[in-house]
Nanobody, 119 residues
Framework: QVQFVESGGGSVQPGESLRLSCAAS????????MSWYRRVPGGGERELVGGISADNYGRNYMDFAKGRFTISRDNLNNAVYLDMTSLKPEDTAVYYCNAGYWRPDFPSWGQGTQVIVSS
């Protein structure tokens, strides 16, 4: 059973940083690309934040994340991380992870982790 458990969210002020974590299980994590998504308040679909290749060499980021967000992974512990710096109020969202590089591999999602950026 595919499972994603996101954690690390919280309430921060603009300009601060957060590290989100995702624990994945139920599939071949070491050979799977992984991505982060988010759903902003009042939003419909989840939007892609960025992805990381299975071999840890490739990364892609959406324009809003470039230069501020970094995705990394730990293949020994089946975990993927999203380091977010210089956070802005418009980064307020629930953040999710899934397998895949440009689109989610699995229809199932975790509960996500809430990030609130507000002064």
């Amino acid at each position: 059973q595919v499972q994603f458990v996101e954690s690390g969210g919280g309430s921060v002020q603009p300009g601060e940083s957060l590290r989100l974590s995702c624990a994945a299980s139920g599939f071949a994590f070491q050979t799977s690309d992984m991505s982060w998504y988010r759903r902003v308040p009042g939003g419909g679909e989840r939007e892609l934040v960025g992805g990381i290749s299975a071999d840890n060499y490739g990364r892609n980021y959406m324009d809003f994340a470039k230069g501020r967000f970094t995705i990394s992974r730990d293949n020994l512990n089946n975990a993927v991380y999203l380091d977010m710096t210089s956070l802005k109020p418009e980064d307020t969202a629930v953040y999710y992870c899934n397998a895949g590089y440009w689109r989610p591999d699995f229809p199932s999602w975790g509960q996500g982790t809430q990030v609130i950026v507000s002064s």
